[in-house]
């Protein structure tokens, strides 16, 4: 049997929460080693698709530490304030691969985490695919990007085109001359259909409610602000504005009349969906854009009550149920912004900041 590892904190994940959480950790000087399912730095970003473009410039889409530096040869966006850039998903990896150098953050990967259970000493026991760690606490951060979520559609079975999920999606190209239904209201479906406007021959974006676009002139530093006064408890919500961020992209091609969002069909035939009408609208593939849950099955062991769409509750970061245990950069439910870049970084210092209080 291989010998147990050990360690004061444990982090799950080597996204940008992780990472985050690693700077943080390394300033109060406690002893934490940081294990990655991936092969290769860059979190999620090292996956998404072609065209994405960041919500913030640079300047408001930094780690803790370290500001982003300028990605060569893009400016600002038409419509966007002079001296912006929105760089995209490539190059967000790329500075998450430098980050964790620059810090020289004790990675390990490729090692998934399968199960977290306690231990008789009042630990927490790590078993994964690579031996086994102990640890007196626990930050998970692995993020969402695992779990896609499609609903439970009537016929989905029986579709005989092509099905596939956000985190599938590559590039318009992939669709030339084919007709698509993009399905979610929020900003990935709204992104994925106005890039399809571009080479697919139809494009049927369907949506459960209207499709409600946030004033063209906010983006990520807007609602980097807004979360920031929703902490202070002054200020309204973000969803109270709208769900969808008009970036260039979007903007063009509502502009143009080629982005409509048409309410959510009953059914999917063998052909493409059926809508409340009973008309079928043909189609060679459908594009799940409906969102992903939170990947915590590492957790399961340890018997956290958990709350809405898998979520287990917190207050803040900290599971209410075992304080030894902090959930970083899922959402909202971990934190305003805290699944953002720069949004991370603020959640991530106060769940240190407690870590380190019930070590010490």
């Known amino acids: 049997m291989s010998e147990v590892r050990r360690t004061q904190v444990l982090v799950v994940g080597a996204g940008q929460a992780g990472l985050a959480a690693g ?16 092969v290769t730095p860059g979190g999620a970003w090292q996956h998404y698709w072609d065209s994405l473009r960041l919500f913030s410039p640079v300047g408001y889409s930094s780690l803790p530490g370290r500001p982003m530096p300028h990605q060569a040869g893009l400016g600002a966006p038409p419509g966007r304030q002079a001296g912006g850039e929105w760089p995209d998903a490539a190059h967000v990896a790329d500075y998450l691969a430098e980050y964790e150098k ?7 990967r490729p090692v998934r985490v399968l199960t977290v259970e306690n231990t008789t000493d009042g630990g927490l026991l790590a078993h994964t695919d690579d031996g ?26 029986l579709f005989a085109g092509r099905q596939l999920h956000t985190r599938d999606y590559r590039t318009a190209g992939d669709f030339s001359g084919r007709r698509v239904v993009v399905v979610g209201g929020g900003n990935s479906g709204a992104q994925i259909a106005a890039d399809l406007t571009t080479c697919a021959a139809a494009v049927r974006w369907v949506t459960r409610r209207p499709a409600r676009f946030l004033p063209d002139e906010i983006d990520g530093r807007t609602l980097f602000e807004l979360a920031t006064r ?35 069909f009953d059914a999917l035939t063998p052909t493409g969906p059926r809508f409340a009408d009973g008309t079928v609208w043909p189609a060679d593939a459908v594009i799940w854009c409906t969102g992903f849950r939170p990947t915590l099955a590492h957790l399961a062991p340890l018997g956290l009550r958990t709350g809405e769409r898998g979520r287990i509750d917190t207050v803040g970061t900290c599971a209410t149920a075992d304080p030894r245990i902090h959930l970083l950069g899922y959402g909202d439910w971990t934190g305003p912004a805290s699944a953002t870049l720069i949004g991370v970084g603020r959640t991530a210092r106060q769940a240190v900041a407690e870590i380190a209080d019930r070590l010490r």
């Open 132 to 157: 086994d760690w102990h640890a007196e606490a626990l930050v998970s951060a692995t993020g969402t990007w695992w779990r896609p979520f499609i609903p439970a559609v009537p016929g989905r079975e």
């Open 102 to 108: 620059r810090y020289e953050l004790p990675i390990h």
């Open 23 to 38: 700077y943080y950790l390394r300033r109060a000087g406690l002893d934490f080693a940081i294990l990655d399912a991936a």
């Open 230 to 264: 929703r902490v202070q408890a002054d200020g309204p919500r973000i969803s109270d504005l709208g769900d969808i961020v008009a970036v260039p992209p979007v903007r063009a091609a509502r502009d143009r009349a080629l982005l409509h969002d048409h309410r959510m």
